[in-house]
T-cell receptor, first 116, second 112 residues
Framework: LAKTTQPISMDSYEGQEVNITCSHNNIATNDYITWYQQFPSQGPRFIIQGYKTKVTNEVASLFIPADRKSSTLSLPRVSLSDTAVYYCLVGDMGLIGAGNNRKLIWGLGTSLAVNP | NAGVTQTPKFQVLKTGQSMTLQCAQDMNHNSMYWYRQDPGMGLRLIYYSASEGTTDKGEVPNGYNVSRLNKREFSLRLESAAPSQTSVYFC???????????FGPGTRLLVL
């Protein structure tokens, strides 16, 4: 079963690029990698998802090396409003079930503080 | 378009009491999920429903039951609450099983 590891916290300043890396050494062939953002007293919010190589959307980029044992969420030019907890999620929802012992594995989250 | 709504927002129970957490989504999603979030433990899947009429256990189902009432609604029931069930509970939905999950605002439950 994949287990994810992320840094507990990171500090940055407005306008900088922030890279958060998640390790998932036992990732399975069918697993996707998804990143979520969570603000206090709110539910997580989807940022980006990928399977391999690089994915980019309007808010972030996701870099996945060929061996897929890690992934890096890149936030360009962060602002104060990007202060939040960021979660790495590894798994294949299509295989979840009591009969096949698959799980969605959430990381413990990285608390990002963006300073003025 | 309210997205995913959860009721109640906050609840205090005594050990042994029962309650049902309600969740509804208005995005016509097929799949719905219940998670609990505890400090230092991250998010853990309790139960999920891949489509209307089906439910299945997640990582931590013991002490909980669920009902997929219709396509919109997915409830979580604690038959006999225990202090270990003190947590924040999140409901989520997605169009398909591999789709982006949309989360509700959460229910904070305290069991004394």
């Amino acid at each position: 079963l994949a287990k994810t590891t992320q840094p507990i916290s990171m500090d940055s300043y407005e306008g900088q690029e922030v890279n958060i890396t998640c390790s998932h050494n036992n990732i399975a062939t069918n697993d996707y990698i998804t990143w979520y953002q969570q603000f206090p007293s709110q539910g997580p919010r989807f940022i980006i998802q990928g399977y391999k190589t690089k994915v980019t959307n309007e808010v972030a980029s996701l870099f996945i090396p060929a061996d897929r044992k890690s992934s890096t969420l890149s936030l360009p030019r962060v602002s104060l409003s990007d202060t939040a907890v960021y979660y790495c999620l590894v798994g294949d929802m299509g295989l979840i079930g009591a009969g096949n012992n698959r799980k969605l594995i959430w990381g413990l989250g990285t608390s990002l503080a963006v300073n003025p | 378009n309210a997205g995913v709504t959860q009721t109640p927002k906050f609840q205090v129970l005594k050990t042994g009491q029962s309650m049902t957490l309600q969740c509804a989504q208005d995005m016509n999603h097929n799949s719905m999920y219940w998670y609990r979030q505890d400090p230092g433990m991250g998010l853990r899947l309790i139960y999920y429903s891949a489509s209307e009429g089906t439910t299945d256990k997640g990582e931590v189902p013991n002490g909980y039951n669920v009902s997929r009432l219709n396509k919109r609604e997915f409830s979580l029931r604690l038959e006999s609450a225990a202090p270990s069930q003190t947590s924040v509970y999140f409901c989520a939905s997605s169009e398909g099983q591999r789709g982006t999950q949309y989360f509700g605002p959460g229910t904070r439950l305290l069991v004394l």
